[in-house]
T-cell receptor, first 114, second 115 residues
Framework: KNQVEQSPQSLIILEGKNCTLQ??????????LRWYKQDTGRGPVSLTI?????NTKSNGRYTATLDADTKQSSLHITASQLSDSASYIC?????????????FGRGTQLTVWP | EADIYQTPRYLVIGTGKKITLECSQT?????MYWYQQDPGMELHLIHY???????EKGDLSSESTVSRIRTEHFPLTLESARPSHTSQYLC??????????????FGPGTRLTVL
């Protein structure tokens, strides 16, 4: 069964600190992996998109890594800001069908305290 | 400005009422999607459309129906709302290619509460 598991479920850090969110998946065959940020009451917004051949991709203070062999990804947030408080969702795309199905994780709820 | 819009943002309604959730996009995208999301849970695809007059059911069974008469408009209708329909409904759109190959852009969502 294709699944996406994220950890931790929730995380609280102080402003200015770094943190790393984890994503493990069993989706196969793999097309690409995306990290989305979802603010409370809003729709998800894409942060990074990584294909099979990419190991690292950065977007400002966000850096995503991908190990396609172990089927693991991480999202590292540097020098956190209050505005980083949100749910971070890992999404894996399956290229096994013509539809390219999306599989969503449940997200990690990050809270940044001043 | 290219964007995707959903109305209403919040809706509280009684059991048995008919409701329509609106979704419009000015992205020029041909594909559109409806997702259902409960608090702390993953998004589940309930409907999608490849273009005008094309609608398909998603992975999660839903009593809702959709229509795609215009490229930019993809409304979702519940004929008789029930408390079990209480959830957040997210609309998304994407450009050419398969269902997931191109990035999906999400609307702000509609938070539906059925009493």
């Amino acid at each position: 069964k294709n699944q996406v598991e994220q950890s931790p479920q929730s995380l609280i850090i102080l402003e200015g600190k770094n943190c790393t969110l984890q994503c493990n998946y069993t989706v196969s065959p793999f097309s690409n992996l995306r990290w989305y940020k979802q603010d409370t009451g809003r729709g998800p917004v894409s942060l990074t998109i990584m294909t099979f051949s990419e190991n690292t991709k950065s977007n400002g203070r966000y850096t995503a890594t991908l190990d396609a062999d172990t089927k693991q990804s991480s999202l590292h947030i540097t020098a956190s800001q209050l505005s980083d408080s949100a749910s971070y969702i890992c999404v894996v795309i399956d290229r096994g069908s013509t539809l390219g199905r999306l599989y969503f994780g449940r997200g990690t709820q990050l809270t940044v305290w001043p | 400005e290219a964007d995707i819009y959903q109305t209403p943002r919040y809706l509280v309604i009684g059991t048995g009422k008919k409701i329509t959730l609106e979704c419009s996009q000015t992205m020029g995208h041909d594909k559109m999607y409806w997702y259902q999301q409960d608090p702390g849970m993953e998004l589940h695809l309930i409907h999608y459309s490849y273009g005008v007059n094309s609608t398909e059911k998603g992975d999660l069974s839903s009593e809702s129906t959709v229509s795609r008469i215009r490229t930019e408009h993809f409304p979702l209708t519940l004929e008789s709302a029930r408390p079990s329909h209480t959830s957040q409904y997210l609309c998304a759109s994407s450009g050419s290619g398969g269902l997931g190959y191109n990035e999906q852009f999400f609307g702000p969502g509609t938070r539906l509460t059925v009493l």
